[in-house]
């Protein structure tokens, strides 16, 4: 079991808005680390997504938004495409000196 | 092209070692705090260990601890893992993943293709 907590799937038809949420704890994301997203196609190595809670590496399309608060944040993708179907993985970063990754989150195009 | 490419992985009986390594090109490898992480079959992300630029600083997760060892060539651009004692439990792909900047919580920002190791009898 993951230390930090995302629904196993969510899912979404074309042209709509779906969040995958990610919850950690006082020692992890509330502890003030940064939480970072990925994207994993099918048969692919992840490809970072988000960093740095909110920040978009170039050529990340600006439908997906990352924010931050508390010990959670969130990830949102916006007009849904058949292209965004994958699983997504938060990361952060522990105070026993760990690095985490979320359990993932499939999301499906409808 | 910024690129890390893995190999090493195989069939390996349990209790058996392998040693994984990582070869990175189009970056000043030197410069770059480096990390394994392993995804087994059908399962999430796993974070496995942690090396500084300068190999000064490892972290290893639980899971992995005492058993396998992290480690760095910077003039050959290579990053390695050394595991021994392997379980079941240990099958999986291999991914080595590159710190983005200098803080201990920076993104992974680029990721190899991965290799896959197989503990079977």
């Known amino acids: 079991q993951s230390v930090l907590t995302q629904p196993p799937s969510v899912s979404g038809a074309p042209g709509q808005r779906v969040t995958i949420s990610c919850t950690g704890s006082?020692?992890?994301?509330?502890?003030?680390?940064?939480v970072h997203w990925y994207q994993q196609l099918p048969g692919t190595a992840p490809k970072l997504l988000i960093y740095?809670?909110?920040n978009r590496p170039s050529g990340v399309p600006d439908r997906f938004s990352g924010s931050k608060s508390g010990t959670s944040a969130s990830l949102a993708i916006t007009g849904l495409q058949a292209e965004d179907e994958a699983d997504y993985y938060c990361?952060?970063?522990?105070?026993?000196?760990?690095?985490?990754f979320g359990g993932g989150t499939k999301l499906t195009v409808l | 092209e910024v690129q890390l490419v893995e190999s090493g992985g195989g069939l390996v009986q349990p209790g058996g070692s392998l040693r994984l390594s990582c070869a990175a090109s189009?970056?000043?490898?030197?410069?770059?705090?480096m990390n394994w992480v392993r995804q087994a079959p059908g399962k999430g992300l796993e974070w496995v260990s942690y090396?500084?630029?300068?190999?000064?600083?490892?972290y290893y997760a639980d899971s992995v601890k005492g058993r396998f060892t992290i480690s760095r060539d910077n003039a050959k651009n290579s990053l390695y893992l050394q595991m021994n004692s392997l379980r079941a439990e240990d099958t999986a792909v291999y991914y080595c993943?590159?710190?983005?900047?200098?803080?201990?919580?920076?993104?992974?920002?680029?990721w190899g293709q991965g290799t896959m190791v197989t503990v079977s009898s």
């Open positions: 993943a590159r710190v983005s900047g200098s803080y201990l919580d920076d993104a992974f920002d680029i």
């Open positions: 189009g970056f000043t490898f030197s410069s770059y705090e």
């Open positions: 090396i500084s630029s300068s190999g000064s600083t490892i």
């Open positions: 006082s020692s992890n994301i509330g502890a003030g680390y940064d």
């Open positions: 740095g809670n909110s």
């Open positions: 990361q952060s970063y522990d105070s026993s000196l760990s690095a985490l």
